[in-house]
């Protein structure tokens, strides 16, 4: 008997390792898979070979998201070069089109949404190789309808594909050591999430279970547009800056926005128009306060090695740094003889030049976008809330603050039996793991030595999807860990990336020689 159990372990064990090895995807990449396409940018054709859908791990949970497609210009193939760039140097672009945290799917060379040559596009014609990613997202399901795409799932896939590049590097044309991640906005975070991370074990785990290639996963250099990062201390960030204003005017997203229609830019979306509850001013009035707390623990400095920081009621030298941004953004769209009218009860303007900006007032004109808290919503239904669930509830919470006051209603309505939400639903509240939002914030990572060296970071101007202070946080913390920061609020510019193309790759240009 003990026998005959001994072998039936030992023959199912066998079969499992049969089966796993039977289903896995080869991870090596195949130079001989691929079709000849070509297009054109500006009347200059570009002839490329396109290596499309290759899965990048060897377990995938997702097939249709955990893949990659790969565009190499044709002249890779036949000894050529392309300005300073040949097979074996040509840098590798690395776009996410991940929006809002949802799925992203693998993106093509083609035109984007102005109609213009996209990204990758354009990459090709400058000589670059495109490997650009696919990546899970908060509301993909297996067939048991289980979440499969809940943090960290997409930092997880984005270093798998990076290491599939890694893997691969001798037999694909192009650099591995030279990846340039591009991502915009929920992409922007985890473009700055990947350039921070590099070989950070804390991934290993995960990287482990889908099968990513068992080499490194820090890349060169990072382009993020607008990213909506740092997401637990983005609620106080937001009402430090917007507190006062208590109209709010947005596009109308529901939790049944396809990841198609949310990424289509194209696509209308009405707007909601609204005023503030009494319990959200409350709750922007306490926010505001929690600011300048964890601005001042951050000890950030500007480039003359000043402090900057806030005071009780947030004003300091934090904020004049915000309104010198908002002053070079300002002279900037002066001399290319833009129009700042709108602004200008905000603006000091002397010989036709900003000379002062004030702060408060600058916030203060329009509506703002979101309610407060802006992120960790005390129903869980905000985008964020659902990033943050597991497997099997598909929304929690990644701030105390909010946790603590939906857990007080929670309580409130199960003893009087009223809702106390404006929804008129309770949910029980769920906090996620404190590991997994460590591992969805950058700022965590950026005195890891492995983080990448070089940065571009982009908030437009009058973006009001996370508060200036969240990207000039991230610039600032760069910056003092020594790395090399290109940041800018462009003039004019709302929630968006990829509209400045030609001054990105030049940059990019830069950074690789
Ligand atoms: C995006 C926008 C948001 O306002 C947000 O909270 C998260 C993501 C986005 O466009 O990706």
């Not at 999430?193 to 785990?205: C, I």
């Not at 509209?499 to 950074?511: A, G, P, R, T």
Request: proline share 4%; net charge neutral.
């Amino acid at each position: 008997l003990k026998f005959l159990i001994l072998f039936s372990l030992f023959s199912s064990v066998l079969f499992a390792a049969q089966k796993t090895v039977k289903n896995e995807y080869d991870i090596k990449f195949n130079p001989n898979k691929y079709v000849s396409k070509e297009t054109e940018i500006n009347g200059q054709k570009i002839k490329y070979r396109a290596y499309e859908n290759i899965v990048y791990v060897k377990n995938p949970v997702d097939k249709e998201y955990q893949n990659m497609n790969i565009y190499i210009p044709e002249e890779y193939f036949n000894n050529l070069s392309i300005g300073n760039y040949n097979s074996n140097n040509a840098p590798i672009f690395f776009p996410n089109t991940v929006g809002g945290y949802m799925p992203g799917k693998a993106d093509t060379v083609g035109l984007s949404r102005d109609g213009k040559a996209n990204s990758l596009t354009y990459a090709l014609s400058k000589g670059y190789v495109v490997a650009a990613p696919g990546a899970r997202g908060r509301t993909l399901t297996d067939n048991k309808g289980n979440y499969t795409g809940k943090a960290p799932a997409a930092i997880v896939d984005l270093k798998a594909a990076v290491r599939y590049l890694y893997l691969n590097d001798e037999i694909m044309p192009g650099d591995a050591n030279k990846i340039i991640s591009n991502g915009t906005s929920a992409g922007g975070a985890l473009s700055a999430l990947l350039g921070a991370t590099g070989n950070s074990e804390d991934y290993l785990p995960y990287l482990k279970e889908i099968g990513a290639a068992d080499t490194r996963d820090d890349i060169f250099a990072v382009s993020a547009y607008c990213p909506i990062t740092n997401l637990e201390n983005a609620d106080s960030a937001y009402e430090w800056m917007y507190n006062g204003v208590n109209s709010y005017s947005r596009m109308e997203f529901t939790r049944n926005t396809t990841a198609e229609e949310y990424n289509d830019r194209t696509l209308t979306h009405s707007t909601v128009q609204g005023n503030l509850t009494e319990d959200e001013i409350k709750i922007s009035n306490r926010l505001k306060t929690l600011f300048p707390v964890y601005l001042n623990s951050l000890k950030l400095t500007d480039d003359g090695g000043n402090l900057l920081t806030l005071d009780k009621n947030g004003n300091g030298t934090f904020k004049t740094y915000l309104a010198i941004i908002i002053r070079n953004s300002a002279n900037k769209a002066l001399r290319e003889g833009k129009d700042i009218s709108q602004f200008k009860k905000a603006f000091t303007i002397e010989n036709n030049k900003v000379v002062a900006v004030n702060l408060d007032i600058y916030t203060h004109i329009g509506d703002r976008m979101k309610s407060p808290p802006a992120f960790d919503s005390i129903d869980s239904s905000s985008g964020e809330n659902s990033l943050f669930g597991d497997e099997k509830s598909n929304s929690k919470h990644f701030t105390k603050f909010s946790f603590d006051i939906a857990n007080k209603d929670a309580i409130e309505y199960f003893r009087t039996g009223k809702f106390n939400d404006k929804n008129n639903k309770i949910v029980v509240p769920k906090l996620a793991d404190k590991n997994i939002i460590k591992m969805m914030n950058p700022m965590n990572y950026i005195d890891n030595n492995t983080s990448t060296k070089y940065w571009r970071i982009r908030h437009g101007a009058i973006d009001k999807d996370t508060s200036l202070a969240i990207p000039t946080i991230l610039a600032l913390k760069l910056k003092n860990s020594g790395k090399i920061v290109d940041f800018f609020a462009p003039w004019g510019q709302g929630h968006g990336g990829d509209y400045d193309l030609e001054e990105l790759f030049n940059w990019i240009d830069n950074v690789v020689k």
